[in-house]
């Protein structure tokens, strides 16, 4: 299948006769991946896979299933802006500061997604929650807060310019009025290298320079935190169940309870 097949024009997505496979894209961008009994995939999906909107893939652990998904991020982030980019933001998000949509979003994540083994690394240690769990978990939580993704583009894997002297790709830009940079870690994993590529002559600084983004913060999900410029911390409980985000200077700023 050609890479572009998936990438409808905005006319497409307009037209009468998607009006049922595009409001299914709609709910999908949330979770990103929905999965079914083969023989319960609905009608929408179907359609949308016919036009190579979205990929089905089979499961046979625990169970057979089919899930179906965006066939890359880019693919996502193309129909995120297309869906919702050129909306109005929610008058609540816009009255928001970086700060409080952190909190927000944090307070949002699925306790049952994280604590699913399946979805856990093994190593030498004990297992872990792989980063890209947290990235899934962040594009959902803000889908949720936002009541769809009204009014932003969320484009993961935001590129710098191909003039830069410096390449780097930040986890989540979101466009719109915010202009907001979001970057994603685990356990603190080469921490003091993405906070330096935002400082003067490194690869995201381009973006600070030209006014692209406004505000940034890198969210660092760990289980022990320590001090460190411009860093939020966000801890969870052994069950997480409970969670707690501090600042820069691991002070604690708000705590909570994850709910689904």
């Not at 709910?27 to 036009?51: C, D, I, M, N, Q």
């Not at 066939?71 to 409080?100: C, K, Q, W």
Request: charged share 25%.
């Amino acid at each position: 299948m050609p890479f572009s097949r998936g990438l409808p024009r905005e006319e497409t997505l307009r037209s009468v006769q998607n009006a049922v496979p595009v409001k299914y894209l709609r709910e999908l961008l949330g979770p990103g991946a929905k999965t079914y009994e083969p023989s319960e995939v609905p009608e929408a999906a179907r359609e949308a896979h016919k036009h190579g909107w979205v990929a089905f893939r089979e499961e046979h652990f625990p169970k057979p299933s089919i899930i179906v998904e965006f066939p890359s991020l880019f693919h996502r982030s193309r129909l995120s802006y297309l869906l919702h980019g050129v909306e109005e933001l929610p008058a609540a998000i816009e009255a928001m500061d970086l700060n409080t949509f952190v909190k927000e979003i944090v307070a949002s994540f699925s306790a049952r997604a994280l604590c699913n083994p399946q979805r856990h690394t093994a190593g030498s240690q004990a297992p872990s929650i792989p980063e890209a769990q947290f990235q899934n978990e962040v594009y959902r939580a803000i889908y949720k807060v936002t009541n769809g993704g009204s009014g932003l583009w969320i484009s993961p894997e935001f590129g710098t310019p191909q003039s830069s002297t410096k390449s780097g790709r930040i986890d989540f830009y979101l466009m719109g009025s915010k202009k907001w940079g979001i970057e994603i870690l685990r356990d603190g994993d080469r921490l003091a290298e993405h906070a330096r590529r935002f400082g003067p002559g490194e690869a995201y600084n381009v973006w600070l320079r030209t006014g692209q983004i406004a505000e940034y913060v890198i969210l660092d999900f760990r289980t022990h935190s320590q001090p460190h410029e411009p860093v939020f911390h966000i801890e969870f409980g052994d069950d997480f169940q409970t969670f707690t985000i501090k600042d820069t200077d691991c002070a604690v700023i708000h705590q909570g309870t994850l709910l689904a």
